[in-house]
């Protein structure tokens, strides 16, 4: 018998035992793995009934190894009767009607009657007795834990009735795609509930076939049409979105809710009929809800989901949203080191759900609890879970999409998905009860060390004062929480916790399964560390640089346990797992890039901008090549002009200066428009050795790309310092089609003379 299975067994056996010892263990159910007692179904049973009856037979049998009978008609000398569903409601007392997915259990005169509400209430309240009652647990995708006896019962007088306050509950981690472990925990799938979910506009129409003949359904922008909304105010477009839900409403008569709602991104529409509307409401919200409430009011008896978020997150001033229309806000700019209630980054967002609250009674959230650029990196907001859905639900919230890693493996996702499930049914329950017994479930005799891991890594954002962004790179993060010693010390807790489960093959991969996090943290900071402790680089001769031996190997092995512990891919918008071990090779392949000012140190004469510091006055002389990641390898300024000086410490006589540019409209990030080179004996008197100017054409594409500058020096004498001036645009260029509320940015990294 392996470790987990010992640990298992001992802890739900005292459950099990302390459960059976209360009120006296009058109602037997197995005796001497015998079965004693039978579940009763109506002759005209549901698909629900009858899934729930096989459900509660299958766990008996799986404890006991007895096999309870499912009969329509009771046998005669069955002391004790289980009446499921309307079976129970025939012969049962009266009871109080139960909200949706509500349950009821009765343990009374001898049987045991289980009611539920509408949709899975019945099949929800057979899962909380074989956990509650029977000590069975699920606490991941795998296979359900089960404790082992051969007699089960129900103390005499027993009663369990519970009504969700939420009506809404998802949790999107990679647990949420075993159908077992969502009826378990009682969670729900958007695509289960939702016909249309989501950022749903150009689903509804759709720009590649209307836009060329119609151009007018969409956004009016900076003096001409863009596909990057729709028009609200134009009567046609209210046309087609009928149109388009009649057509999908009748395909798909069991859906609950139906999205309308904005793209993700910028561009909503400033025509004069949508600018009217949106002066007279505040913002461009004010279209969006008098648009929804048009399609809503076609269709009185579905229900419609919009979402405050964006450029629609504030509350509308005078309409009001439909009586069947939902709205979803989003926590998207909170920070989540500290909870929403006292979060000083969620004072917008409080505000947002006070206002709307009192607007409508119909809220629904759209919250994140993952890091989208690194999933698997240690992001610590575990203490948060519970109390960020106690607050949203005691503010007004109805339902809740706690957007997790989804499909791929995040940092403690198996963790994240049962507290969340847990508090999501009920906001009101004790973190530290679910969590150690999870702990000791899951992690059998590693436990302990487990729990050390996660609150060394509380305390150390508490004292570091880390902010978590939910789009944060690991090196962001090298200087508090996630600096070296700090890894060091939490490499030592998932240590102890592999040594606590030695031997036992499916813990030590749990454990190596939440190692991965920081491996990944190691292997993208070393990206920015470059020579630096910590880095991929180690110093051959002088000017001269190579890989440290083994690190292909490194990179290799976590990326095959990665996929074998299920990730997918490692942050948002990042490819499958092979396309992260062919990054690697190609760095690997270049591991830096030569020049005559390797390692020199910069002065700036505009300071760069501190929430992006990468190396500091090191990083455009530190050989490592940012990518289209500006928040990685970057120093970004804001202003018309920068003038860098280096100091090169020895005589040179350079041909050439490369460097690099980060053009990323969606982020501001803009190219220069002229270069000057400038070289000097004593650091005071300078005198001009090359130029460059870019041309300002509209580009062609505007997907972030690495723009190199090369410029060919003219100097015929030697120079020891070196001074580098750009000049890049103080306003948005007019190609530009995003919102103007900001000025335009420019990143630089690296400078290499040649």
């Known amino acids: 018998m392996s470790l987990i299975r010992i640990a298992f067994t001992g802890l739900q056996m005292v459950i099990l035992l302390l459960v059976q010892s209360c009120q006296g263990n009058d109602i037997k159910l197995v005796t001497d793995q015998k079965p004693v007692s039978e579940i009763i179904l109506p002759e005209q049973a549901s698909p629900l009934e009858k899934k729930s009856a096989s459900i509660l037979q299958e766990y008996v049998r799986r404890i006991t190894g007895a096999t309870l009978p499912i009969q329509t008609v ?7 009767l289980i009446y499921v569903g309307s079976a129970a409601t025939r012969v049962g007392q009266f009871i109080e009607p139960l909200k949706a997915e509500g349950y009821e259990i009765d343990v009374r005169g001898g049987n045991i009657y289980l009611y539920g509400g509408s949709g899975k209430g019945l099949l929800y309240g057979v899962y909380e007795l074989i956990e509650k009652q029977f000590g069975a647990r699920k606490y991941d995708q795998g296979p359900a834990l089960i ?28 647990s949420s795609a075993d159908p077992e472990y969502l009826d ?48 609200l105010s134009n009567p ?3 046309r087609q979105a009928i149109a388009y839900f009649e057509r999908a409403t009748a395909a798909n008569p069991d859906a609950i809710y139906w999205s309308i ?9 400033t025509c004069e009929k949508c600018a009217r509307v949106d002066a007279e409401e505040g913002g461009p919200q004010g279209s969006l809800i008098r648009f929804v409430n048009a399609v809503a009011a076609y269709f009185p008896d579905q229900l419609f ?38 979060n000083p980054d969620a004072v917008s967002f409080r505000r947002q759900l006070s206002e709307w609250s009192k607007l409508t009674p119909n809220l629904l959230l759209w919250d994140y609890t993952t890091d989208f650029s690194a999933y698997l990196s240690p992001f ?17 919230i109805k339902g809740i999409f706690e957007q997790g890693s989804g499909e791929t493996l995040g940092d403690m996702s198996a963790y994240a998905s049962y507290i969340q499930a847990k508090a999501l049914w009920d906001p009101s329950l004790k973190l530290d009860e679910v969590q150690d017994d999870f702990f000791k479930g899951y992690y059998g005799t590693a436990a302990h060390s487990i729990k050390n891991y996660i609150g060394q890594l509380i305390s150390a954002r508490n004292e570091t004062q880390a902010r978590l962004g939910i789009y944060d790179q690991p090196f962001a993060h090298r200087s508090d929480y996630l600096a070296l010693d700090k890894i060091s010390s939490y490499r030592q807790a998932l240590k102890e916790a592999a040594d606590a489960v030695a031997g036992s093959p499916e813990l030590e991969h749990k454990i190596k399964t939440l190692s991965l996090g920081l491996e990944y943290v190691e292997l993208e900071q070393a990206k920015a560390y470059g020579i630096q402790a910590g880095g991929y680089l180690e110093k051959l001769r002088e000017g001269t640089w190579r890989v440290k031996p083994g690190w292909n190997v490194r990179v290799k092995s976590f990326v095959s346990d990665a996929q074998k512990a299920g990730a997918i891919t490692l942050s948002e918008t990042g490819g499958p797992l092979p396309d992260y071990l062919a990054s690697w090779t190609a760095i690997l392949d270049n591991p830096y890039r030569p020049s005559l000012i390797l390692g020199a140190k910069a002065s700036f004469s505009n300071p760069f901008i501190e929430d992006y510091p990468a190396n500091g006055s090191a990083t455009l002389t530190d050989g490592i090549s940012g990518g289209t990641d500006y928040s990685y390898n970057w120093l970004l300024f804001a202003g018309g002009m920068v003038k860098i000086d280096i100091p090169i410490g020895r005589d040179i006589l350079p041909a050439s200066i490369q460097t690099d540019f980060l ?35 509209v580009p062609s594409d505007m997907k972030a790309r690495v723009q190199t500058v090369d410029c060919t020096l003219k100097s015929k004498q030697l120079l020891r310092y070196l001074r580098v001036a750009i000049w890049f645009p103080a306003e948005l260029p007019e190609w530009f089609n995003g919102s103007r509320h900001r000025k335009p940015l420019m990143a630089i990294d690296e400078l290499s003379l040649e």
């Open 184 to 231: 378990w925990h009682h969670l729900h799938r958007f695509e289960d509930l939702w016909g249309l979910w989501g950022h749903s506009f150009f689903k509804i129409i759709p720009p590649e076939r209307n836009f060329r003949e119609h151009p007018e359904y969409f956004s009016w922008v900076n003096g001409h049409r863009q596909p990057s909304q729709l028009c």
């Open 147 to 174: 404790p082992h006896s051969r007699d089960l019962g129900l103390p005499a007088g027993l009663h369990m009735r519970y009504e969700p306050v939420l009506l809404y509950r998802e949790s999107y981690y990679p």
């Open 380 to 396: 610590p907001m575990y203490d948060h879970y519970v109390a960020n859905i106690r607050y949203f639900q005691t503010h007004g």
């Open 305 to 342: 989901t919009t979402l405050a978020y964006g450029y629609s997150a504030e509350a509308t001033k005078h309409t009001r949203p439909g009586k069947n229309v939902y709205v979803m806000l989003s926590t998207i700019n909170s920070t989540r080191h500290l909870p929403v209630a006292t």
């Open 261 to 269: 709602a904005p793209m993700d991104g910028a561009g909503y529409c």
């Open 663 to 697: 053009f990323d409209p969606s982020h501001y990030l803009f190219l220069p428009e002229k270069i000057s080179v400038e070289g000097s004996i004593d650091g005071n008197n300078y005198f001009p050795i090359g130029s460059h100017r870019l041309d300002n054409n």
């Open 74 to 80: 009771p046998s005669q000398n069955i002391a004790h």
């Open 236 to 238: 046609d477009v209210l």
